[in-house]
């Protein structure tokens, strides 16, 4: 890197409208909350657009609910820091009273019925409700609910296609033949769900 | 300061049955821990309560907690507790009781706590015979980091930092620390136990109650090394790191009494 | 005859208690609790109070009755 | 155009160590730069480099103080805890003239706090958290690709004057995944002769290195040369970028996360009509001090952003030295200021 | 009067502490402040307080702060290097509001440097050389008297505000003997009741002293209460002394050892008939940064004096803010004004 | 890096007789030292130029020197010396060594360094197994600061620190490092020597050798704890010193070698 | 101590001509050279005046040479540090090597002929040559040589009276009466020379 | 025949040589050296060579002759 290029000069502001998708993803330790948001982020960089992940703070403290934020933009992102999502995806109860209210008006909660049960109470929201860990269960691992919630956006992202996920989750299975296939299955079914 | 009175076993007061023989202690807090499960801090949490409850002691008694997984101690101890930084517990501990003689002071500390960065404190507490209880909960790697190398990982094992398993060439042994420590003639009491059964979780808190007892009689410094299962860092289920406890752990740090004066 | 209570949404189903009843009394449940785990029940039998089970409980999620 | 590949920015520091020949790294586990600790491990295997993880933040620095002594590129990294420990080292380091890299992912303080991103260690970088007179070169990167970069420039740095350099980041900077392209064709580690190096003295006379001066004026002396090598260094050195700075009534200056928030805050400013310009200091020590005195020729007043209680507003104010108003807008404690709520200030500035 | 004492300032410093009803001490020997360690040796011993040399500078805060935590007043000092040491310890006593005394008798530095007297340590003193946003109270005596005297008062603020407060010495005070009143009549220590302290739960909730803050928003709000606390000292304990500031165009700034010589220069000055005044830091923190603004109403010019390369210069600025020239006389590295010096920097400012 | 000749005695130059048979090895420059009359550390001084030269090993080590009386050994010795903070100089030698393996790295510590504010470095470089050559001489006092207490100070004896004696209570017990070091099996070469008198001073020399022959070999960690005067603070004239610690010093510390993998 | 008096205050400047003594000792280790300063120091202190006492910096470095700072004056003292002497007392002749240029032209030298040996080579000081070592072995103890010094002073110094040095030295050896009379005889002698 | 000589200058007077000289050839000078102190010198006699004067001396002042 040059040192001049570091050195003060003035930048053109960009200020043409950026279409920005904000997405928290919440669950427990176990049901892989950051490697879906990991997903989410690589996939939009694959489809050629800015991206941020951003984990809950650290691992100094067991337990409880973890969470992962993803943003994927047409432009330039300030913070990685997610406080009231475009989308809202909840692997669990808690999460889902935790984060409920965040959800933007008019936003999207993608919800893992099998863990969350009813439908929320809120207004003015999207709601997807889906029995993910069901599902998983069903393909033989549960721990692949998290690809059914990916594909459930995926169907509806503006800034994600489901073509670039299944690009990624080869890329994060490579090696591991057997695992990308059940995640794909699960992919592909909460595509079209 | 006034002893409260001595009772054998005092449970949790909520409990509201005559019949019942076992229950959470009633210095424990009713607050659910945030350990993950199977995690041997929560078996060590309780029986540092019943021990305290034991002697009827909860009121004197001043801990003073670690920066590890067992930082939200306070929360779930129903007693005095300090904070310490990561690796001054001892220091923090011979401050209070220097200046409270008559209170009952303990330390609860990770291997990382007690066997890296507080080496020195650990040892010249001993050494000066602080009239201290140490409770020492190793479990072999940094819980509350990610799952690093501890002085105390085994030969080979895997962690974050030794991701082909320790190497003793570059990484060095196993630290065991107990061994250093009852060479020290200030070091009183010192014993290894695990809670890895619930055979040797009765043993351990019968360490437990002895390294309190011990500085109840004045005798000076105790401490108790706790084999305790991280199920999660050791990529594991609770079941095989118990296993792993008896087959590896216990093999390579030996259970049983190092020293009692 | 002694019994055991298991606080079915403290338990975090690490299943200590169930490998160390002698008597093998303790299961694993069929269905979630709120912690999304499925918890440890006792399948009520020859229970000697033995208070194994409570010992090994992480999570103090295990009263004993005699 | 490389691919860019998604990295957390604890992994593009470390990645950016190891482009720049940094071959030796000693560290303690603390969050939130957990991950570059197990970067290094790795990827100091696989260089065939050393990695020690120490028995503490003392015992690392100064293993680094060693592995420089011997001519190492050295490195060293933790978060606020963790490099308060590292102060009498760092002074140490500074005394000797031992080149150095060391990372601060700061978290929120004081005391054990919490792991929340942070800026509340801006005085102890830049001002001098150990004893003496020293400065040490402090690189403030905000994104994952600027820890990449900035961290070679601070390799180079660090060796060009014989002084320790400082990445100060925080949690957010270290945690957050980005977007990182790898291969930049233009960097080359500017590796030189040491010939100051402990190597053994076959050839030569012995080299001592040391910050103890006994004699006469002699300690007096070894600072005057300490404080001329800090003068070049500022009138050599100083980095940071500038937005509209030409044409705004305020201007706001931060760095590191703040300035990636703060800069989204002038976006939308500059949206609304308002002449809102920004500059972020890249390097916090050497202080741009001349880019924001040439300011005050324009700018009204300024609105320094940090999250913390009010640290890099007091350079600021020296450099403004009264010539314009001097605002301030901050978070502590790990929180983290979002646009809206610095626009909000900007707009009750106008 | 009652007869004065020949004492080193060292010895005066623990007497102070002893008067004050300190009774537990925990330190590490280095020079210069050796004495102050003896002394207290000697007295905890004699008045059945407690004494611990500790293992190391680490191990000594940590005492204290387990002392303090307990509701003792307790002390512990230092030297420069030995001080480094204490940072983190430092932030956690002021993230608990533990209230304890520390004491620092500067040398020379960086790193080992000498064992000169020296006021390097300032930016670490005020500034914070620990981590995250926080501030002590130090107070800067210069004399063997003052040393005594500040001691009480450093005992009584840290008990009002429980925040920890530093005396910063130097190796000039601490071993220089001067004659030293030893029964000040008017002092009887604040002894303040500590509901907080932990003295086993008898009677009342568990106490818990800790700085860590996990909920949403809780380490912020902890930072906040925080500030108010530092506010509320900036807006009450302010402490200095000032010479002809009402006719002076020319204003001496210093503190400590330097501010003896300042005041000497000041004299010699005024003898020859130049308008020169002097400001005298007592609280370095909170700084006098009022009197100086005031000052700015006559005074055309300051001129700060410090044994460094420029420090407290800067909040003399800050406080200025452009309104008068500031200059600086500096001595580094263990050397000592002289009133000559001063006097001919001085002359040509006029 | 080649090996300079092995040769046997090889004394200073300047010197200029074919008849000497014993004068200041090459390694230790002509500088009168600073220590106080009959202190030790001259001594040990010119035991470690005198192995150094035994072994032709001048031009390949880097020495680390400590804070502490020995500070200014760069003065005395002729090769490489880096100074570290005090108490960190095992950390600091760890990193030369690992990034120079070829070059024979020593500290030289003082019992303050080494046994207070050192102790963690020094267990954890053992620990680590670190190739390295330790000469850690025991006073007894900290020599530099004005004789406080050491952690090795005899119990009874003054200080100024301990006016009326170190009491066990309240100080605690002399702390026996090599004891404790002994337990590592990182450690592979740990003995005690003295120079107390001219056959323990060759005993002493021999030791350094070995320790310095172990690094040679790559076996691992070596020390050699050198019992050594302190008249100044010990109050005693040289002679007497040397008669204290024969008579008391190395019957509470005993001579000999601990450990030798 | 009350706040107010702390808080800022305007003093009336001292400008009335003070008398000011300053005194350098200096020697081996040994030779009792911090001993003598606190005695000139406690001694001026008895007399009513200003005093200070500065050693050589602490106790990092053994061996050398050592020196102490006086000064004793009838106003306030700025700085401990003497650079150049009123008076100088050199016990040995490295000291007088090193400190003899720093003297005062017209300042008086005290040297301890039994080490130093003769006459130092500069002009324009005044010069008072003791065999300080041999008086003291004479009187049995040569530890006292440095008393010797002080006696010498007291007759010539305008801030000490040898009855305020008596003094002094009698409390400073309260319970070491043997001690007490050989040094008294030593400074007595001195008083003469 | 072996002999030692003393650095007088260097000497600072511990007389661990003399103590230490199995032949008790080493003695204490009547007169002061630089230092100001009382070296040790050599009183010509059957010295052996053995060295333990020269072993023993803290600050190099002795060169032993064969
Ligand atoms: C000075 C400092 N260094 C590092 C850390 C980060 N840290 C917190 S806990 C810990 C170690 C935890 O391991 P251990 O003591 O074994 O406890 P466990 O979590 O395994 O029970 C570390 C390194 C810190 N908080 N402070
Ligand atoms: C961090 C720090 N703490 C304290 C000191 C002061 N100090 C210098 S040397 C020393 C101890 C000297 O004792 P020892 O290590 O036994 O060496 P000796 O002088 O006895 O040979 C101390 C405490 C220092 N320089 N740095
Ligand atoms: S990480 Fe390990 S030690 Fe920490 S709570 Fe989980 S299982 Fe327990
Ligand atoms: S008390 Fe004993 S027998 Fe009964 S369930 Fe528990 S372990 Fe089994
Ligand atoms: S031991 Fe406790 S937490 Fe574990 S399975 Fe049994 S009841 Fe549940
Ligand atoms: S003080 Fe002691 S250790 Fe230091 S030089 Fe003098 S005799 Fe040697
Ligand atoms: S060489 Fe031996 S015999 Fe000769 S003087 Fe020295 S000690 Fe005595
Ligand atoms: S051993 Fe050396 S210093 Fe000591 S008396 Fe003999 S010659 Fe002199
Ligand atoms: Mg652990
Ligand atoms: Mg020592």
Same mark, same amino acid.
């Given at each position: 890197?040059?040192?001049?290029?570091?050195?003060?000069?003035?930048?053109?502001?960009?200020?043409?409208?950026?279409?920005?998708?904000?997405?928290?993803?919440?669950?427990?330790?176990?049901?892989?909350?950051?490697?879906?948001?990991?997903?989410?982020?690589?996939?939009?960089?694959?489809?050629?657009?800015?991206?941020?992940?951003?984990?809950?703070?650290?691992?100094?403290?067991?337990?409880?609910?973890?969470?992962?934020?993803?943003?994927?933009?047409?432009?330039?992102?300030?913070?990685?820091?997610?406080?009231?999502?475009?989308?809202?995806?909840?692997?669990?109860?808690?999460?889902?009273?935790?984060?409920?209210?965040?959800?933007?008006?008019?936003?999207?909660?993608?919800?893992?019925?099998?863990?969350?049960?009813?439908?929320?109470?809120?207004?003015?929201?999207?709601?997807?409700?889906?029995?993910?860990?069901?599902?998983?269960?069903?393909?033989?691992?549960?721990?692949?609910?998290?690809?059914?919630?990916?594909?459930?956006?995926?169907?509806?992202?503006?800034?994600?296609?489901?073509?670039?996920?299944?690009?990624?989750?080869?890329?994060?299975?490579?090696?591991?033949?057997?695992?990308?296939?059940?995640?794909?299955?699960?992919?592909?079914?909460?595509?079209?769900? | 300061?006034?002893?409260?009175?001595?009772?054998?076993?005092?449970?949790?007061?909520?409990?509201?049955?005559?019949?019942?023989?076992?229950?959470?202690?009633?210095?424990?807090?009713?607050?659910?821990?945030?350990?993950?499960?199977?995690?041997?801090?929560?078996?060590?949490?309780?029986?540092?309560?019943?021990?305290?409850?034991?002697?009827?002691?909860?009121?004197?008694?001043?801990?003073?907690?670690?920066?590890?997984?067992?930082?939200?101690?306070?929360?779930?101890?129903?007693?005095?507790?300090?904070?310490?930084?990561?690796?001054?517990?001892?220091?923090?501990?011979?401050?209070?009781?220097?200046?409270?003689?008559?209170?009952?002071?303990?330390?609860?500390?990770?291997?990382?706590?007690?066997?890296?960065?507080?080496?020195?404190?650990?040892?010249?507490?001993?050494?000066?015979?602080?009239?201290?209880?140490?409770?020492?909960?190793?479990?072999?790697?940094?819980?509350?980091?990610?799952?690093?190398?501890?002085?105390?990982?085994?030969?080979?094992?895997?962690?974050?930092?030794?991701?082909?398993?320790?190497?003793?060439?570059?990484?060095?042994?196993?630290?065991?620390?107990?061994?250093?420590?009852?060479?020290?003639?200030?070091?009183?009491?010192?014993?290894?136990?695990?809670?890895?059964?619930?055979?040797?979780?009765?043993?351990?808190?019968?360490?437990?109650?002895?390294?309190?007892?011990?500085?109840?009689?004045?005798?000076?410094?105790?401490?108790?090394?706790?084999?305790?299962?991280?199920?999660?860092?050791?990529?594991?289920?609770?079941?095989?790191?118990?296993?792993?406890?008896?087959?590896?752990?216990?093999?390579?740090?030996?259970?049983?009494?190092?020293?009692?004066? | 005859?002694?019994?055991?209570?298991?606080?079915?949404?403290?338990?975090?189903?690490?299943?200590?208690?169930?490998?160390?009843?002698?008597?093998?009394?303790?299961?694993?449940?069929?269905?979630?609790?709120?912690?999304?785990?499925?918890?440890?029940?006792?399948?009520?039998?020859?229970?000697?109070?033995?208070?194994?089970?409570?010992?090994?409980?992480?999570?103090?999620?295990?009263?004993?009755?005699? | 155009?490389?691919?860019?590949?998604?990295?957390?920015?604890?992994?593009?520091?470390?990645? /950016?160590?190891?482009?720049?020949?940094?071959?030796?790294?000693?560290?303690?586990?603390?969050?939130?730069?957990?991950?570059?600790?197990?970067?290094?491990?790795?990827?100091?295997?696989?260089?065939?480099?050393?990695?020690?993880?120490?028995?503490?933040?003392?015992?690392?620095?100064?293993?680094? %103080?060693?592995?420089?002594?011997?001519?190492?590129?050295?490195?060293?990294?933790?978060?606020?805890?963790?490099?308060?420990?590292?102060?009498?080292?760092?002074?140490?380091?500074?005394?000797?003239?031992?080149?150095?890299?060391?990372?601060?992912?700061?978290?929120?303080?004081?005391?054990?706090?919490?792991?929340?991103?942070?800026?509340?260690?801006? %005085?102890?970088?830049?001002?001098?958290? /150990?004893?003496?007179?020293?400065?040490?070169?402090?690189?403030?990167?905000?994104?994952?690709?600027?820890?990449?970069?900035?961290?070679?420039?601070?390799?180079?740095?660090?060796?060009?004057?014989?002084?320790?350099?400082?990445?100060?980041?925080?949690?957010?900077?270290?945690?957050?995944?980005?977007?990182?392209?790898?291969?930049?064709?233009?960097?080359?580690?500017?590796?030189?002769?040491?010939?100051?190096?402990?190597?053994?003295?076959? /050839?030569?006379?012995?080299?001592?290195?040391?910050?103890?001066?006994?004699?006469?004026?002699?300690?007096?002396?070894?600072?005057?040369?300490?404080?001329?090598?800090?003068?070049?260094?500022?009138?050599?050195?100083?980095?940071?970028?500038?937005?509209?700075?030409?044409?705004?009534?305020?201007?706001?200056?931060?760095?590191?996360?703040?300035?990636?928030?703060?800069?989204?805050?002038?976006?939308?400013?500059?949206?609304?009509?308002?002449?809102?310009?920004?500059?972020?200091?890249?390097?916090?020590?050497?202080?741009?001090?001349?880019?924001?005195?040439?300011?005050?020729?324009?700018?009204?007043?300024?609105?320094?952003?940090?999250?913390?209680?009010?640290?890099?507003?007091?350079?600021?104010?020296?450099?403004?030295?009264?010539?314009?108003?001097?605002? %301030?807008?901050?978070?502590?404690?790990?929180?983290?200021?979002?646009?809206?709520?610095?626009?909000?200030?900007?707009?009750?500035?106008?």
């Amino acid at each position: 890197m040059s040192k001049k290029k570091m050195k003060a000069e003035s930048r053109k502001p960009k200020t043409k409208r950026v279409v920005c998708e904000e997405i928290l993803c919440a669950g427990f330790g176990g049901q892989g909350i950051m490697f879906l948001g990991k997903l989410l982020a690589a996939s939009g960089l694959e489809g050629g657009a800015h991206v941020t992940w951003m984990p809950s703070y650290g691992a100094e403290v067991r337990g409880g609910t973890a969470y992962s934020m993803v943003k994927i933009s047409s432009g330039q992102i300030a913070s990685p820091i997610v406080t009231d999502p475009d989308i809202l995806i909840v692997m669990n109860k808690l999460s889902l009273v935790k984060y409920e209210g965040k959800l933007k008006e008019g936003g999207l909660l993608i919800s893992n019925k099998s863990l969350v049960g009813d439908f929320p109470k809120r207004k003015g929201i999207r709601v997807l409700n889906i029995p993910m860990t069901e599902i998983a269960h069903k393909f033989g691992d549960i721990r692949c609910a998290n690809m059914v919630a990916i594909g459930a956006l995926a169907a509806r992202s503006r800034m994600l296609s489901i073509r670039n996920v299944a690009n990624m989750l080869k890329e994060a299975f490579k090696n591991k033949e057997e695992l990308f296939v059940i995640n794909k299955k699960a992919l592909d079914k909460g595509y079209k769900s | 300061m006034k002893k409260t009175k001595k009772h054998k076993i005092k449970t949790s007061p909520e409990a509201g049955s005559d019949n019942i023989i076992f229950n959470r202690p009633v210095s424990l807090t009713n607050a659910e821990n945030h350990f993950c499960a199977g995690c041997g801090h929560g078996i060590v949490h309780r029986l540092v309560c019943e021990a305290i409850d034991e002697f009827g002691i909860r009121e004197r008694v001043i801990a003073v907690a670690p920066v590890g997984c067992a930082v939200l101690a306070y929360d779930y101890w129903d007693f005095d507790v300090a904070e310490a930084a990561h690796g001054r517990t001892p220091a923090v501990a011979t401050g209070i009781k220097r200046v409270r003689p008559d209170n009952i002071v303990f330390t609860y500390q990770g291997d990382g706590d007690l066997a890296a960065i507080g080496t020195a404190e650990i040892i010249h507490a001993a050494n000066r015979g602080e009239n201290i209880t140490v409770i020492f909960v190793n479990n072999g790697v940094y819980g509350m980091t990610g799952g690093q190398m501890a002085p105390t990982t085994l030969a080979g094992q895997k962690t974050s930092t030794t991701i082909h398993g320790r190497s003793l060439r570059r990484e060095g042994y196993p630290i065991k620390i107990l061994e250093m420590l009852a060479v020290l003639p200030g070091a009183k009491y010192v014993e290894r136990v695990s809670v890895h059964s619930a055979q040797e979780t009765l043993r351990a808190k019968r360490a437990i109650s002895k390294a309190f007892k011990m500085q109840i009689d004045n005798k000076g410094f105790s401490i108790v090394e706790v084999l305790s299962m991280c199920p999660t860092y050791w990529n594991m289920t609770p079941i095989q790191a118990a296993d792993r406890i008896k087959n590896e752990v216990a093999t390579f740090y030996p259970l049983g009494v190092l020293k009692s004066c | 005859m002694p019994k055991i209570k298991i606080d079915k949404d403290r338990c975090k189903g690490c299943y200590l208690c169930v490998v160390n009843c002698p008597n093998g009394l303790i299961k694993v449940s069929k269905t979630l609790n709120v912690k999304g785990v499925r918890p440890a029940v006792f399948s009520s039998g020859k229970c000697t109070g033995c208070r194994m089970c409570a010992v090994m409980c992480p999570d103090c999620g295990i009263v004993v009755y005699k | 155009m490389a691919k860019k590949i998604l990295m957390c920015g604890n992994d593009a520091c470390g990645e /950016g160590a190891v482009l720049a020949g940094c071959r030796f790294y000693a560290g303690y586990p603390i969050t939130p730069q957990n991950e570059l600790t197990a970067y290094m491990a790795k990827r100091m295997y696989e260089t065939g480099g050393v990695f020690i993880q120490a028995e503490s933040e003392l015992a690392a620095i100064n293993m680094v %103080f060693g592995a420089a002594a011997a001519g190492m590129r050295a490195m060293t990294s933790s978060s606020s805890p963790g490099v308060s420990l590292k102060q009498e080292g760092i002074s140490y380091l500074t005394g000797c003239e031992l080149p150095c890299v060391i990372v601060n992912m700061q978290r929120g303080g004081p005391g054990l706090g919490n792991i929340a991103p942070s800026q509340g260690d801006y %005085f102890q970088s830049v001002k001098g958290g /150990g004893h003496g007179d020293y400065k040490i070169m402090v690189l403030a990167p905000s994104s994952a690709q600027e820890l990449l970069e900035y961290t070679f420039l601070a390799f180079d740095l660090a060796d060009k004057y014989r002084n320790p350099a400082l990445i100060l980041g925080d949690g957010l900077l270290g945690q957050m995944m980005e977007p990182v392209q790898m291969q930049p064709v233009d960097y080359n580690p500017k590796l030189i002769e040491k010939p100051w190096a402990l190597t053994g003295c076959r /050839g030569r006379k012995p080299n001592i290195i040391k910050s103890l001066y006994l004699g006469d004026g002699a300690l007096e002396a070894h600072n005057k040369r300490l404080q001329e090598k800090f003068k070049l260094i500022k009138d050599t050195e100083v980095r940071a970028e500038t937005f509209h700075t030409k044409d705004s009534e305020i201007v706001l200056v931060a760095y590191g996360s703040a300035a990636r928030i703060a800069r989204a805050a002038m976006d939308m400013a500059r949206d609304k009509g308002l002449k809102v310009g920004m500059i972020r200091p890249i390097t916090l020590w050497p202080f741009p001090e001349k880019l924001i005195e040439d300011a005050c020729n324009i700018a009204k007043k300024f609105l320094v952003v940090e999250m913390s209680a009010g640290q890099m507003v007091e350079d600021v104010r020296l450099a403004v030295n009264g010539r314009a108003k001097v605002d %301030f807008y901050g978070r502590m404690g790990g929180g983290i200021p979002t646009e809206s709520e610095i626009l909000e200030k900007i707009e009750a500035l106008v």
